[in-house]
């Protein structure tokens, strides 16, 4: 017996409707736990676009939410004898794009940007403030 072709996609509908979860059906997703608040993922971090060209590499850093994030980049070189590179923490403020680069002699491995909250990272020693930039040394008077 074959049923007419204008009933049997109303009878496959049905019957997904009816293999659905009497839970699922009848209520939002959003109401079945009231209990438990929905986290929200945290908006933080510059979006960064890392070019090597030869023994240079670029990272243009654009920070488009509301935190500033302090930023690096950090430069392995392929030869063993080549000495890697890191520059100085630039601090991208919102709606600002940062532009960082360094250099190796023979040529780049790998470049990578590392990220750190403004705000919760130690702030970078400045020329001639008289403190020192490595942590547990101080300066005798």
Known sequence: MRLPSRIAPALAAAALLAALPCDAASHPAAHRHARVAAKEPERFGA???IVVHGTRAT???H???PGVDR????IECDP????DTDTAPADVDPAETVRMSGRCWKSVRRAWVSHERAD????PARPGDGGSSLPG???NG
């Open 47 to 49: 979006g960064c676009r």
């Open 59 to 61: 990272a243009d850093c």
């Open 63 to 65: 920070n488009p939410y």
């Open 71 to 74: 930023v690096a980049l950090h």
């Open 80 to 83: 063993w004898w080549d000495i």
């Open 120 to 123: 919760q990272a130690p702030q």
């Open 137 to 139: 040394r101080h300066r």
